[in-house]
């Protein structure tokens, strides 16, 4: 019998993914599909190196490299769906849309946590044990009966505040998430905005928003850091 997770995680990690996982979606959108399959893929240890002082060139060209791998990774895994037999549709960069105050309906960080691939933090950012916030994500959702992970419904911040103390914005709270709690409650999107496009304006000459100050700051990043420095070259 063809074990359908397993084939679809070969094919998202063999498109480029580096997290990986089913959800639930029955408690989190107005979805149709009840399922969601989440992606992440890592910033490369010398961008987050640069975001500090930051957002430098690197940054601006690892942003739209990434997302094009994980479009490139989420219709993979909706066409394998689709060619076993199932409904998929894929959040692909084109595919989503914004509306009102900087909402989607079905953000990839929701997806995300009833994936188990992560909490979200003081910064509304998703971290995962791995790579901090220090990931871009994706994803799909789909009718498949693939088997899903536990969700992770609370913040594993604790009392750090370091997020907070480097944002440019002054844009977190300090308050911690739990599933329920809305982004707004938390955290404050248009003071992030106008301080990130402030940066990427003095620094890049860009109109866009890029900054990413709480994704270095974290100690989960700091760790994911050390652990690539102390890595043996492959
Ligand atoms: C709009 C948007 C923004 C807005 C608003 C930010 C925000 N947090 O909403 C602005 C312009 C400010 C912004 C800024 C940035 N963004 Co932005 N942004 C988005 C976008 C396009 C939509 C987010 C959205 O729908 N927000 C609506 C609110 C309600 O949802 P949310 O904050 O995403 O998350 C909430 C839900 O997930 C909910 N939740 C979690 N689990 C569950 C479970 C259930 C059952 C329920 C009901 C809810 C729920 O809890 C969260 C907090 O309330 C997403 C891409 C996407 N399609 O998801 C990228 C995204 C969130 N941005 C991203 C990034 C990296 C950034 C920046 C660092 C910019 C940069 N590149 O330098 C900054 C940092 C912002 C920050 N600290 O949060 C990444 C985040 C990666 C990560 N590790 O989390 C994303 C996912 C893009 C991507 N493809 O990777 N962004």
């Known amino acids: ?21 089913v959800g639930s979606l ?15 893929v890592s910033l ?3 961008v987050i190196a640069s975001l500090p002082n930051g ?3 690197i940054y601006y060209d690892a942003y739209f490299e990434l997302n094009r791998r994980l479009d490139r990774i989420v219709a993979a895994g909706a066409d394998y769906l689709t060619r076993s037999g199932y409904r998929a549709r894929s959040q692909t960069t084109a595919a989503v849309r914004e509306f009102g105050n900087y909402r989607t309906a079905l953000p990839h960080k929701t997806v995300a946590t009833r994936a188990g691939i992560g909490w979200i933090g003081k910064c509304a950012l998703l971290v995962t044990e791995q790579f901090g916030p220090a990931v871009r994500l994706s994803s799909l959702t ?8 536990e969700p992770i419904d609370e913040s594993r911040c604790g009392s750090c505040t370091a997020c907070g103390r480097a944002c ?7 308050r911690l998430w739990h599933v329920g709690m809305d982004r707004d409650e938390f955290f404050d999107p248009l003071a992030c905005r106008k301080a ?5 304006a003095e620094k890049l000459h860009q109109e866009i928003t890029l900054c990413g100050r709480c994704i270095a700051a974290c100690p989960y ?14």
């Open 1 to 21: 019998m063809i074990d359908l997770n397993k084939e679809l995680r070969e094919i998202l990690f063999s498109e480029g993914a580096e997290l990986a996982g």
């Open 142 to 149: 789909t009718d498949a009966p693939l088997s899903c992970a």
């Open 168 to 174: 440019p914005g002054h844009a977190v709270s300090g």
């Open 26 to 40: 029955a408690a989190a959108a107005p979805e149709e599909l009840p399922l969601g399959v989440s992606v992440a």
């Open 196 to 200: 990130a496009r402030k940066l990427a």
């Open 44 to 46: 490369p240890a010398e």
């Open 55 to 57: 957002p430098a060139g």
């Open 221 to 234: 990043t700091k760790r994911y850091l050390n652990r690539m420095r102390n890595e043996p070259a492959r």
